[in-house]
């Protein structure tokens, strides 16, 4: 329990404090009737009219308070501390604070939380009404936070007035009728969702144009026509051996034109596909494969024969001979709008990685949202910087060849390095960026460097998966020969690639994020409580996504498909675990985790799932990763195990063989015991840096 | 120019701690990123440049080092 400390009550940004905090005051009034009603409930539930009060305002503070545990000061009974827990009715909560008062309070009540707000209840009144003062430092508080919390409090009463519901049911929402409509207008994204399916607007194309260049890998050239013929050959083999709706045809490939192939063919069959990337460790390979119960793997002629033996899984390998196909395939497809389309493996906490199914209709949704805003059409190319496993992929392949683009593909020693990722820019007219911040701000590192500028063609930066520098913005827009449009965009590759986006216009330096901005068509946001009610304006809650694009769950495990996607008030949520909250204009703001995963090389890691790698060594007896800053806003894994001497060489070797190499820490510090907090957690914060 | 002193404004550390074996492995904050700051770093430093291929095969200071001295340049 937080106890020694005020409500943290959201704080104006970057403004200087005033020494001694100027109080602004503000008046309510409950008329009598309300009153009245109010101590007929009380007294039902065997509260006095203070202790409704008391509990009305710890209410409300706890609902604008980022912790909900605090102190109070109450006149003539000194500190009150308070511990609003989850799942309280209001009832409760003014039970619990009269059973921790040591007499019973009186009127005038009066409270005061810090140095910010003091609170005074005089009830009845002369005319039997309830007469409230808040007296709040409004400079210190954010924009309308106090207005705010005095509307929403009178709100409270009027509720507790109207019935006795409202006094043992879950907690209304705290949200004042100006928020809740402004909520309302934000999540007011409904569009015609496009009803078709994640590779039929490249089949489309296919017709349309069908000699327009679609792939572009090193030397080659292939054309929608060709990229066709493959998808229609690949998919007649795969129909062959049993693929079809809702099975799963796994992708082992390096990055190329046949990961193109391989993923409008699976889907031309009728089936899902899973990328399993061909560099994991054989256990962890031959997990996934198992895991998504793939029967089919395909992959490309130098890859067969390297790959771990994988008896009863039929292998295939797209080359060059499919292009000459001659077979046609669909319309009509065999699978439906709401039929599974790709599943995508993630870092899972307790150890194994768990696969997000998302379905056409929420690729399809996002994708067409992107397409449409952004304007991407047949003149566009993108550089394919992302690896299959990945989502952002999903949007390389299927967006830009939904509208006639072109996708480069950067040949694999190309994968890493900025000057070969410019020389491609520029020879083949890139027009759409799509990465993790990182490499952008590799790529501009390296052309402000060489006093280079992008190449004239850019046109469009999309940034997401990790924070943007701030200052990031500028930098592009100073290289760049025209007026680029520049996004961040976030989500969760369980919400179908992403589900919000900011037009990035000047930066203010002072701000501590891009702002994560509002949601997509088709698509919601809402910041909640442990309650799932909705926080108010300015305070941090979980940011959960709703809409088209929520995933069909997790393949093949209930149980954290039970635990991550929720219905609230009939709609589908996807509960992040990423902390956000809403500003007063409807933009969101990132606040990152809550939990232990980080991003490594935009890469999604569940530092628990590294935690029990370690622990599967014999000689392990503890094990605790940190994520550490390494600087230019990345960061780098260490762990540390116990007991003391075990060598870091072996624990490595033991990771390198069970988890992808982004996952395998930089250091494994071995130690005799772990420091300690007083309530006896490992205390991250002294670990050895 | 000493090649140390450019390895010490990209990662913030003494230059004494730096030596030809210093590499991606054995220097802490040696990121992706550095990476490329480092290399254009070393460009600027001794006015040359570095053609794809060397930029891909550099990988420790002495990497650097050698790719300078093959380009003329006196490094101390």
């Known amino acids: 329990m937080n106890g020694a400390l005020p409500p943290r009550l959201p704080l104006a940004s970057g403004a200087a404090r005033p020494p001694a905090p100027v109080l602004t005051r503000r008046h309510t009034t409950l008329p009598a009737e309300g009153t009245e009603a109010i101590r007929a409930l009380a007294a039902g539930h065997g509260l006095t009219l203070p202790v409704v009060y008391l509990a009305a305002l710890v209410r409300c503070l706890a609902d604008w308070s980022q912790q909900p545990s605090f102190t109070l000061e109450l006149a003539n009974h000194g500190r009150l501390e308070v511990e609003v827990a989850a799942g309280w009715s209001f009832a409760g909560l003014a039970k619990d604070l009269q059973a921790r008062l040591a007499s019973t309070p009186t009127m005038p009540l009066t409270v005061e939380a810090g140095e910010l707000l003091v609170h005074r209840v005089a009830s009845p009144g002369a005319a039997g009404d309830s007469q409230i003062t808040w007296e ?105 051996h049993g693929a079809g709706p809702s099975k799963l045809v796994a992708i082992t490939m390096h990055k190329g034109w046949e990961q193109v192939v391989a993923a409008l063919g699976i889907l031309g069959a009728g089936a899902a596909y899973v990328p399993i990337a061909p560099d994991l460790p054989e256990e962890r390979f031959l997990h996934l494969l198992s895991h998504a119960q793939a029967t089919i793997l395909v992959t490309q002629p130098d890859l067969a024969s390297q790959l771990p033996r994988t008896p009863g899984v039929w292998r295939v390998v797209v080359d060059d001979s499919l292009l000459q196909t001659v077979a046609t395939l669909g319309p009509p497809w065999w699978q439906e709008f709401s039929d599974l389309a790709y599943v995508i493996y993630t870092s899972g906490s307790t150890g194994l990685p768990k696969g997000v199914m998302i379905d056409h209709r929420g690729a399809v949704n996002t994708i067409t949202d992107i397409n449409h805003r952004f304007g991407v059409g047949p003149g566009d190319r993108v550089l394919a910087l992302s690896a299959l496993g990945f989502d952002l992929s999903v949007y390389d392949i299927f967006g830009l060849l939904g509208v006639g683009g072109a996708i480069v593909i950067p040949p694999p020693p190309a994968q890493r390095a900025p000057w070969e990722w410019l020389d491609l820019m520029e020879q083949h007219r890139v027009s759409v960026w799509n990465t993790v911040p990182a490499l952008m701000e590799m790529l501009t590192t390296y052309v402000e460097g060489r006093r280079l500028r992008f190449n004239d063609s850019l046109r469009l930066v999309l940034m997401s998966g990790d924070w943007i520098p701030v200052t990031l913005p500028d930098r592009i827009r100073t290289l760049a020969a025209q007026d680029i449009t520049l996004i961040g965009m976030g989500g969760a590759t369980e919400a179908s690639i992403w589900s919000n986006y900011y037009r990035i216009g000047q930066v203010d330096p002072v701000w501590p994020s891009i702002p994560y901005g509002l949601p997509l068509s088709n698509q919601t946001f809402d910041v909640l409580d442990a309650d799932l009610r909705p926080r108010p304006t300015w305070v941090p809650g979980e940011l959960h996504i709703g809409g088209a694009g929520v995933a069909m769950g997790y393949w093949r495990d209930e149980a954290k498909t039970r635990a991550s996607f929720i219905t609230v008030d009939g709609k589908r949520l996807y509960k992040t675990g990423d902390m956000g909250r809403y500003l007063p204009d409807g933009n969101l703001e990132f606040l990152g985790r809550q939990d232990f995963q980080v991003k490594i090389h935009g890469f999604r890691v569940e530092l628990g799932e590294i935690e029990a790698a370690l622990l599967s060594h014999d000689s392990v007896t503890g094990a605790v990763v940190t994520a550490v800053d390494a600087g230019n806003s990345s960061k780098r894994l260490v762990a540390y195990v116990t007991p003391a001497g075990l060598a870091e060489s072996s624990l490595r070797e033991h990771l390198t063989a069970k988890l992808p190499s982004y996952m395998v820490p930089d250091r494994v510090v071995a130690m005799e015991a772990f420091p300690l907090t007083p309530n006896g957690k490992v205390d991250r914060t002294v670990l050895p840096g | 120019m000493v090649l140390a002193d450019v390895f010490a404004s990209v990662f913030e550390q003494p230059a004494d701690s730096f030596s030809d074996a210093s590499n991606q492995d054995s220097v802490s904050g040696w990121t992706s990123l550095r990476h490329v700051a480092l290399l254009v770093g070393v460009e600027n430093a001794y006015g040359i440049r570095f053609s794809n291929a060397e930029m891909a095969s550099m990988r420790s200071m002495g990497d650097i080092r050698s790719a300078l001295v093959r380009k003329g340049v006196h490094v101390s």
Do not use: C
Not at chain 1, 219 to 224: G, I, K
């Open chain 1, 136 to 240: 709040t430092a409004d400079l210190a508080l954010a924009t309308g936070v106090a207005q705010d919390m005095a509307d929403a409090h009178l709100m409270l009463l009027h509720q507790l007035a109207s019935g006795a519901q409202v006094w043992t049911g879950p907690a209304p929402s705290p949200l004042p009728p100006r928020q809740a409509l402004l909520r309302t207008r934000v999540n007011a994204t409904e569009e015609p969702q496009p009803t078709v399916l994640l590779h039929e607007p490249f089949w489309r194309q296919a017709s349309v144009t069908p000699d327009a260049v679609a792939v572009i890998d090193g030397e080659r050239r292939l054309t929608y026509q060709q990229i066709k013929k493959g998808a229609t050959g690949l998919a007649h083999k795969l129909i062959g």
